[in-house]
């Protein structure tokens, strides 16, 4: 191949199981066509039962592994998923600023606000959520909240889609440009409702829910599959929609592997 791809950057933890984290989102920027590029802020020592740990990497080395690659080969989009102190996630807001992503910049910034594991292993010291909320949310071009980190970082508890779209616009105070607030979580319904909102535009995106407890690294597919797509310049809402088909498919095709929760796959 002689055209140069796309090119997408995750901020994000690794994942020893290969589920999830920075292996879920490499694979994904894979399987959408773009050249997937890592800055890793922390390892995690995890598989199919559960996180049993995790070492944070020291941040002039996150900061460097940012710089390294976006000033030589350039970011078309980003992604921020388990930064798991204040610490990191102060250095990733300025190395963000100086490489030119987010949401005052050319190149999109998906923050997705990983605090724990779907078996509720903390990802994030717990007084690292004030740093989400004021180092990175004003920096983000799209936030993507499951109804545990809406919780967490607006006190509010949804359960249905008015709720979602209050919970919507409460982030957006926080200062994103657009907000996704996953909706898979509220498991009494039927269907998997995501509500995207800019507050002005919201569209509602909705897909049969798939019985399956194999959804280990689902969010971080996601939000890493919506970067893909906005690296490849879709706008905001077709990202989405092409992430929220691409994560469907993942789901359907998701596999059962080791003791516990198997992982999403995006093999087909
Ligand atoms: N491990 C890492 C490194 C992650 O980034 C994440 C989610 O973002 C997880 C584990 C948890 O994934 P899940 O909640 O799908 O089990």
């Known amino acids: 191949m002689s055209r140069t791809p796309r090119t997408a950057l995750t901020i994000a933890g690794s994942d020893s199981g290969g589920g999830a984290g920075i292996q879920a989102d490499l694979r994904t920027f894979f399987a959408c066509g773009v050249h997937g590029m890592t800055a890793i802020t922390a390892v995690t020592v995890q598989n199919s039962v559960g996180v049993h740990g995790f070492t944070e ?16 080969m350039g970011a078309d989009a980003a992604k921020t998923g ?11 807001a300025s190395a963000v600023d100086k490489a ?8 999109p910034l998906v923050v997705d606000p990983v605090a724990a594991s779907m078996h509720g292993d903390p990802l994030l010291r717990e007084e690292a959520l004030e740093a989400i909320r004021t180092e990175l949310f004003p920096r983000a071009t799209l936030v993507t909240p499951n109804l545990d980190e809406v919780r967490l970082l607006t006190g509010l508890s949804v359960t249905d889609v ?9 982030l ?21 409702v995501d509500l995207l909102s800019d ?38 809402p077709d990202a989405v929609a092409a992430g929220k088909k691409f994560i469907e498919r993942c789901v359907i095709e998701s596999y059962p592997l080791g003791e516990g929760v198997g992982p999403v796959s995006p093999f087909w």
């Open 57 to 72: 990497i020291p941040t002039d080395v996150v900061a460097a592994q940012i710089e390294a690659v976006t000033g030589d």
């Open 199 to 236: 507050g002005t535009h919201v569209v509602e995106l909705t897909c049969p829910r798939h019985d399956t407890p194999h959804t280990h690294g689902g969010g971080d597919t996601l939000a890493s599959a919506i970067t893909a797509h906005l690296a490849k310049g879709f706008d905001m």
């Open 82 to 92: 388990m930064l798991a102190t204040a610490e990191i996630i102060t250095t990733v």
């Open 162 to 170: 008015t709720e979602q779209r209050k919970a919507a616009d409460a």
């Open 172 to 192: 957006l105070e926080l200062g994103p440009r657009w907000v996704l607030v996953k909706g898979g979580h509220m498991t009494d319904s039927p269907e998997c």
């Open 100 to 107: 030119g992503i987010g949401k005052r910049h050319d190149v």
